[in-house]
């Protein structure tokens, strides 16, 4: 069975530009969540989705969003670029009614 | 809000020996807690688990230990390989929290041959 996949797996924009960022959840997996690591905050939760909703937010700011379609893929977008939101973003994908999240390789996105 | 911490940003264990890398988490009311490792260009791996209503869990080469009364938690590896070198997290979650995990900092585990 493929494992969690995520592209791209290298991103390079600048600021005041927007990304939108993709992952494809392990076969039968419907819920997708979505980390920013960073070395100075480390994991940090962003959203999860689950049948297409959101069903929990982190504690970031708008400019972060994302959305997920009826084969369980998801995508995250970020508008307005920062230095700041350099990083790697996760995505981790579960079965219903588990607790245990597989993540993809991660997406190194780097604003300019 | 939770906060989960680690004692440790770097431990350094011979090869052969056991490691024990230490969490430490502030929300009370986390009942799931889980232990991930991180190798270099990788998304996290799962470990081992366990739940607010064990002590201790051991699965293989690996023990979790909790201790709710100072909430602490602790990942033990038994005869410590280089394979194992990595950063390692613990995460922690409320169970009407859905998959909302908070992540500790990470320890870097540094195996010496």
């Known amino acids: 069975k493929a494992g969690v996949t995520q592209t791209p797996r290298y991103l390079i924009k600048t600021r005041g530009q927007q990304v939108t960022l993709s992952c494809s959840p392990i076969s039968g997996h419907r819920s997708v969540s979505w980390y920013q690591q960073t070395p100075g905050q480390g994991l940090q939760f962003l959203f999860e989705y689950f049948s297409e909703t959101q069903r929990n937010k982190g504690n970031f700011p708008g400019r972060f969003s994302g959305r997920q379609f009826s084969n369980s893929r998801s995508e995250m977008n970020v508008s307005t670029l920062e230095l700041g939101d350099s990083a790697l973003y996760l995505c981790a994908s579960s079965l219903v009614g588990s607790d245990e999240q597989f993540f993809g390789p991660g997406t190194r996105l780097t604003v300019l | ?113």
């Open chain 2, 1 to 113: 809000g939770e906060s989960v911490g680690l004692h440790l940003p770097t431990l350094s264990v011979q090869e052969g020996d056991n490691s024990i890398i230490n969490c430490a988490y502030s929300n009370s009311a986390s009942d799931y807690f889980i232990w991930y490792k991180q190798e270099s260009g990788k998304g996290p791996q799962f470990i081992i688990d366990i739940r607010s209503n064990m002590d201790k869990r051991q699965g293989q080469r690996v023990t979790v230990l909790l201790n709710k009364t100072v909430k602490h938690l602790s990942l033990q590896i038994a005869a410590t390989q280089p394979g194992d070198s990595a950063v390692y997290f613990c995460a922690e979650n409320k169970a009407d929290n859905f998959n909302k995990f908070y992540f500790g900092s990470g320890t870097k585990l540094n195996v010496k041959p």
